[in-house]
């Protein structure tokens, strides 16, 4: 059974920058970033495969936002920079036992609990 615990969660000012962690046990390959605001689909932000040679970005991620993983520690991490008040949202770690990284919700299966991020302006 799939396990994903995300952390690095907070408040922060704009302009500033905060790193996501997302410890993950369990059958995993493709490993991926969603965020959600209250009244809102889950929206896509980035995704990474088993090796790491394969990543993608939603476009209001692209250039901010870095999505990388460490197999030895079974975790991915999100590195978000330049960081606005729409920015705010709860973030999604998620998982799939697929080797091809998806963009959509639908190709993941397991979802960890969420961390709250707040960007004050």
């Known amino acids: 059974q799939v396990q994903l615990v995300e952390s690095g969660g907070g408040l922060v000012q704009a302009g500033g920058s905060l790193k996501l962690s997302c410890a993950a046990s369990?059958?995993?390959?493709?490993l991926g970033w969603f965020r959600q605001v209250p009244g809102k689909e889950r929206e896509f932000l980035a995704t990474?495969?088993?090796?790491?040679?394969?990543?993608y970005y939603a476009d209001s991620a692209k250039g901010r936002f870095t999505i990388s993983r460490d197999n030895a520690k079974n975790t991915v991490y999100l590195q978000m920079n330049s960081l606005k008040p729409e920015d705010t949202a709860v973030y999604y770690c998620a998982a799939s036992d697929s080797f091809y990284p998806s963009t959509s919700t639908r190709g993941f299966g397991s979802w960890g609990q969420g961390t709250q991020v707040t960007v004050s302006s």
């Open positions: 990474i495969s088993w090796s790491g040679s394969t990543i």
């Open positions: 369990g059958r995993i390959f493709s």
